[in-house]
């Protein structure tokens, strides 16, 4: 399922990053690394984006700022 219509960025995609991620990513690092770099575009996916990290990487730490 497409969760970013924009860039064609589905959740098995989502998660796959998410998984190789060591720490809680915030939606727009994701965003990154599963579109390979392209910047969204309207944003609505981004509010998904972040529930899933929510759901996904409870026990993970914050990204270091
Ligand atoms: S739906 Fe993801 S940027 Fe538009």
């Given at each position: 399922?497409?969760?970013?219509?924009?860039?064609?960025?589905?959740?098995?995609?989502?998660?796959?990053?998410?998984?190789?991620?060591d720490?809680?990513?915030d939606?727009?690092?994701?965003?990154?690394?599963?579109?390979?770099?392209?910047?969204?575009?309207?944003?609505?996916?981004?509010?998904?984006?972040?529930?899933?990290?929510?759901?996904?990487?409870?026990?993970?730490?914050?990204?270091?700022e």
């Amino acid at each position: 399922m497409f969760i970013c219509i924009c860039n064609a960025i589905s959740d098995k995609k989502l998660l796959k990053e998410l998984q190789r991620m060591d720490h809680a990513p915030d939606a727009e690092e994701l965003y990154a690394r599963a579109s390979g770099g392209a910047q969204p575009a309207c944003c609505t996916c981004l509010d998904t984006i972040r529930d899933m990290i929510d759901d996904y990487c409870p026990a993970l730490p914050e990204a270091a700022e």
